[in-house]
């Protein structure tokens, strides 16, 4: 994979990350659901390609396919969870949509998903429908939604945007997770006791979703100090410079 | 760049002139999910299914021996799997339905046609997307997947996207070396927040990029449309060709069906 030297230690890494990073493979769910679920997606990516001009105009391509290459090499790497003895990994929806703005978000993941299941096997083509709707729609509108509703309530500052942000990317995670278990239950191929997949989705997924929502904050946070005016989600920070008045000495008095 | 363009992305293609490598990209496309389509419908509860499943595997060999896709490969590819090994273990387990005897265990029948149906569907599939990886690089499979009508726009991001991966990536690779070289320990809570200065300054330094490609796009006079050459027509044996792994599939599944 991208950073790390190659040889045994990076396959085990690869293997770490993937762990966390579950794609629907083929065959998981039945036709029905897979179909539904893929024209969901399809229908949304067509509505994200027309709404995403607005928050990049004609510059779409170009900055959302890097904004991708940036999420696809952003998920290679590993971040040290203070507390925890695994390192954390980041899927980066509620990351993308609070940078670039929920469309470019959505495009941005729709492709990296794409990229992973046409070049990488990664998560079945005829399941790509159900993986996009999960990681591109579902997690970044629970996940933008929410952030716009806390920004809206919490204080116009920087701990707001990034407490909204912490708090987003953290439901983000068990939002999709637990609709991939409601859709297992809707189009499951196997009869398995709903509890049991609840539970052991929802364990799993609170320990990804704190070191999503760490990771998030802390990458936000590290923008917000140097380019604030990149962040999409923290326009609302941004001001105008006053007008200050300094007022001069008369010239005689450069003397 | 000393890896030449395009490492981890391009490193998925094995470099051959197999027939499968002379297909047109579309064709190999529409071949392997039109495989995946059969694998799924397959009917995991019917009690020929493990037979169909090894006409499957049969099939999807025989193509990756003609594509020169070597076991190796193709053993790598299945890395992307290990999750779900995991859940496919645990559903005899959970799963409800008549209980049956295995090795003093007892688990459950459907669960166990159920995990073992998932995880032969799953391999089977990666199996073929790996053949098509291997054959084709990046940049004709998105001349296929524009063929096959991918909206303009995401086929241009989707462009940019594998052009910039690698660059991005290897942007990273020399952070990694900076940050190593002045004495770096991952963990803790300072660990942390310097790999995500780390990914905040890679954001940043990609989305200037992405601008810097834009306006040197504008310059030479983009449009937002990339001048495309006219489509090559398609031999019909070509599509014969690339349509024998489904149909393969296909005749697999429907002895399955007659039989049963």
């Known amino acids: 994979m991208l950073p790390g030297p190659p040889g045994r230690e990076s396959l085990l890494q690869t293997v770490c990350n993937k762990v966390d990073d579950v794609h629907v493979p083929d065959g998981f769910l039945d036709v029905p659901t897979s179909v539904a679920t893929g024209a969901l997606a399809a229908g949304t990516v067509a509505l994200a390609l027309r709404k995403a001009r607005t928050e990049l105009d004609d510059r779409t391509a170009p900055l959302a396919g890097l904004t991708a290459a940036f999420v696809f090499a952003g998920q290679m790497m590993n971040f040290?969870?203070?507390?925890?003895?695994?390192?954390?990994?980041?899927?980066?929806?509620?990351?993308?949509?609070?940078?670039?703005?929920?469309?470019?978000?959505?495009?941005?993941?729709?492709?990296?998903?794409?990229?992973?299941?046409?070049?990488?096997?990664?998560?079945?083509?005829?399941?790509?429908?159900?993986?996009?709707?999960?990681?591109?729609?579902?997690?970044?509108?629970?996940?933008y939604g929410l952030f716009r509703g806390l920004v809206a309530v919490l204080p116009r500052t920087r701990a707001g945007v990034l407490t909204a942000t912490g708090i987003a990317a953290f439901a983000s995670v068990p939002a999709a997770a637990l609709t991939f278990v409601g859709l297992f239950e809707v189009g499951g191929t196997v009869d398995v006791p709903l509890g049991t997949v609840v539970a052991a989705m929802a364990g799993v997924h609170a320990l990804i979703a704190i070191g999503e929502a760490a990771i998030t904050v802390a990458v936000v946070g590290a923008v917000l100090a140097v380019r604030p005016d990149l962040v999409h989600g923290a326009a609302g920070l941004r001001r105008g410079v006053e007008l200050q008045r300094r007022p001069t000495e008369p010239a005689g008095a450069l003397r | 760049m000393g890896a030449g363009h395009g490492g981890t992305l391009v490193a998925r293609y094995v470099p051959g002139s197999s027939a499968v490598h002379r297909l047109e990209p579309h064709l190999k496309l529409v071949s392997v999910l039109a495989f995946a389509v059969v694998v799924v419908s397959t009917p995991v509860h019917a009690p020929w299914a493990p037979v169909a499943y090894g006409g499957y595997l049969l099939a999807v060999l025989t193509a990756a021996a003609v594509a020169g896709v070597g076991p190796g490969r193709l053993a790598r590819s299945l890395v992307v799997e290990v999750p779900f090994v995991a859940f496919a273990v645990l559903l005899p387990f959970v799963a409800r339905g008549p209980q049956v005897e295995v090795l003093g265990l007892s688990v459950s029948q459907t669960g166990l046609a159920a995990g073992g149906g998932l995880l032969a569907k799953a391999t089977l599939s990666i199996l073929a997307a790996t053949v098509l990886s291997a054959t084709t690089e990046p940049r004709a499979l998105l001349r296929g997947l524009e063929r096959l009508r991918l909206p303009q726009a995401l086929v241009q991001i989707l462009m940019f996207m594998i052009?910039?991966?690698?660059?991005?990536?290897?942007?990273?690779?020399?952070?990694?070396?900076?940050?190593?070289?002045?004495?770096?320990?991952?963990?803790?809570?300072?660990?942390?927040?310097?790999?995500?200065?780390?990914?905040?300054?890679?954001?940043?330094?990609?989305?200037?990029?992405?601008?810097?490609?834009?306006?040197?796009?504008?310059?030479?006079?983009?449009?937002?449309?990339?001048?495309?050459?006219?489509?090559?027509?398609?031999d019909p044996r070509a599509w014969a060709v690339a349509l024998t792994l489904p149909l393969a599939a296909a005749a697999v599944l429907l002895a399955g069906m007659l039989s049963g």
């Open chain 1, 80 to 143: 040290p969870l203070p507390g925890l003895p695994v390192s954390g990994h980041l899927i980066g929806a509620v990351l993308t949509a609070v940078l670039v703005g929920p469309w470019t978000a959505v495009l941005c993941m729709t492709v990296v998903l794409l990229v992973q299941a046409v070049l990488f096997a990664d998560g079945g083509l005829t399941a790509l429908g159900t993986n996009v709707f999960l990681m591109a729609l579902l997690a970044v509108v629970v996940g």
């Open chain 2, 163 to 234: 052009r910039y991966a690698d660059v991005v990536g290897g942007e990273l690779q020399r952070m990694r070396v900076a940050r190593e070289s002045r004495g770096f320990r991952s963990g803790g809570l300072r660990g942390l927040r310097v790999m995500a200065a780390t990914a905040g300054a890679l954001f940043i330094r990609s989305y200037e990029r992405g601008e810097r490609v834009h306006l040197a796009m504008l310059s030479r006079g983009y449009t937002g449309r990339l001048p495309t050459g006219p489509a090559a027509v398609v």
